[in-house]
Nanobody, 127 residues
């Protein structure tokens, strides 16, 4: 059974940091790309970062570049999202998702290409 499980969300003050984890199972981890997405109530889900597990190539939307870092631990089948300098507008539910290898480099975080999704983890940043 394919599973993606996010964890690490919570409540943090503005300027603080959180590290989200995305633990994957049920598929060949090295053969996939993992993306991170965020969604606020009533808004569309939007992606902002992804990584090709096989070679570690990573990509970021401009709004998150420099504050967020995506990484992977292949031995643990886990992708991390280190979030620094958090702002109240970063308050969202964060999801990870898996796409075929190299989808990320060609299409970034276009949702249509991501086949497997986690359940999401809430991040709340207080001012």
């Amino acid at each position: 059974e394919v599973q993606l499980v996010e964890s690490g969300g919570g409540l943090v003050q503005a300027g603080g940091s959180l590290r989200l984890s995305c633990a994957a199972s049920g598929f060949p981890f090295d053969d996939y790309d993992i993306g991170w997405f965020r969604q606020a109530p009533g808004k569309e889900r939007e992606g902002f970062s992804c990584i090709t597990i096989g070679d570690g190539s990573s990509y970021y939307a401009d709004s998150e570049k420099g504050r967020f870092t995506i990484s992977s631990d292949n031995a643990k089948n886990t992708v991390y999202l280190q979030m620094n300098s958090l702002k109240p507008e970063d308050t969202d539910v964060y999801y990870c998702a898996a796409a075929d290898r190299y989808y990320c480099s060609g299409y970034g975080w276009g949702i249509i290409g991501y086949d497997y999704w986690g359940q999401g983890t809430q991040v709340t940043v207080s001012s």
